[in-house]
């Protein structure tokens, strides 16, 4: 069975400082892995995701990802956060071996940028 | 395109009500999600379909139901709410793995 866990469930960082969001996921097939932020009292925003090709993948608001197939992981940067940044962010894997709708989330991580 | 739709946003009920959370969209997508979001728990899947007139079970099935009409549409039925419902419900529609989400409902059981 697939599992994803977020390593820290809150992250506080002082504004233009470089922040990563780590997350690590278990699977016993390939998988596709996704970032998603929740802003205050909002729905899910897709940041980025992996499906294939190279590593490093770029998203939105300047965030990376790199997936590292041997340590089973998809942590998340930014090298210069924003207050605007604060929000939950949620790592998520889907088995595209098998049920390619179902995604599994870990419990997310609370980003906090102080000015 | 609207992408996915919920209604309602806010929901208050009383234990032992029923009611209906709506999700439709309309990018003609066949795979559809229903999620919950509990604090610290993420987001968990209770019940999903591949197309019209087929559903199956998530992680957290118990006291809801699904049906799959139309490919638009896919609503969550709460049979006899209960307190530890009270939750923020997500519907989500997928195409080749990535997922687009609703805006949510809030349901709060008391």
């Not at chain 1, 499906?51 to 090298?79: D, M, W, Y």
């Not at chain 2, 395109?1 to 009383?14: E, H, I, M, S």
């Not at chain 2, 009611?19 to 209770?46: F, K, V």
């Not at chain 2, 307190?83 to 997928?94: D, K, L």
Request: hydrophobic share 35%.
């Amino acid at each position: 069975a697939q599992s994803v866990t977020q390593l820290d469930s809150q992250v506080p960082v002082f504004e233009e400082a470089p922040v990563e969001l780590r997350c690590n996921y278990s699977s016993s097939v390939s998988v596709y892995l996704f970032w998603y932020v929740q802003y205050p009292n909002q729905g899910l925003q897709l940041l980025l995701k992996y499906l294939s090709g190279s590593t490093l993948v770029k998203g939105i608001n300047g965030f990376e990802a790199e997936f590292n197939k041997s340590q089973t992981s998809f942590h998340l940067r930014k090298p210069s956060v924003h207050i605007s940044d604060t929000a939950e962010y949620f790592c998520a894997v889907s088995d595209y071996g098998g049920s390619q709708g179902n995604l599994i989330f870990g419990k997310g991580t609370k980003l906090s940028v102080k000015p | 395109n609207a992408g996915v739709t919920q209604t309602p946003k806010f929901q208050v009920l009383k234990t032992g009500q029923s009611m209906t959370l709506q999700c439709a969209q309309d990018m003609n997508h066949e795979y559809m999600s229903w999620y919950r979001q509990d604090p610290g728990m993420g987001l968990r899947l209770i019940h999903y379909s591949v197309g019209a007139g087929i559903t199956d079970q998530g992680e957290v099935p118990n006291g809801y139901n699904v049906s799959r009409s139309t490919t638009e549409d896919f609503p969550l039925r709460l049979l006899s709410a209960a307190p530890s419902q009270t939750s923020v419900y997500f519907c989500a529609s997928t195409l080749l793995a990535e997922q687009f989400f609703g805006p949510g409902t809030r349901l709060t059981v008391l």
